[in-house]
């Protein structure tokens, strides 16, 4: 059982930056890939970037070369940094966990562990 935990959101105007965190409990993060994922008020959760255990990564095209995902298996943690923000961006976001044997999924049901969400507010 992986639990994942996110830290980081807040409140920023846009233009700003923020950096969230995913954290997990077990040594076994090493063995898993990575996504983060947001959900606005009324829409679907869609993919933002995942990242394998080997640092394959993917960008939603809505925030690439605005996003960088990256992670430290050592320290059981996934970082979001998130430059440029839009209001658009606003959301709660989640990190998700999978089975590194299965590659980096868009789509959220092939992720078996969340975390309980962070909130993202960007202010115009």
């Known amino acids: 059982q992986v639990q994942l935990v996110e830290s980081g959101g807040g409140l920023v105007q846009a233009g700003g930056s923020l950096s969230l965190s995913c954290s997990a409990s077990e040594a076994t993060f090493s063995r898993v890939t990575v996504g983060w994922f947001r959900q606005a008020p009324g829409k679907e959760r869609e993919f933002v970037a995942a990242?394998?255990?080997?640092?394959?990564?993917e960008y939603a095209d809505s925030v690439k070369g605005r996003f960088t995902i990256s992670r430290d298996n050592a320290k059981m943690t996934a970082t979001l940094q998130m430059n440029s923000l839009k209001p658009e961006d606003t959301a709660v976001y989640y990190c998700?966990?999978?089975?590194?044997?299965?590659?980096?999924?868009?789509?959220?049901?092939?992720?078996?562990?969340w975390g309980q969400g962070t909130q993202v507010t960007v202010s115009s």
């Open positions: 990242i394998s255990w080997s640092a394959g990564i």
């Open positions: 998700a966990a999978r089975d590194r044997r299965l590659g980096i999924s868009r789509y959220r049901y092939d992720y078996k562990y």
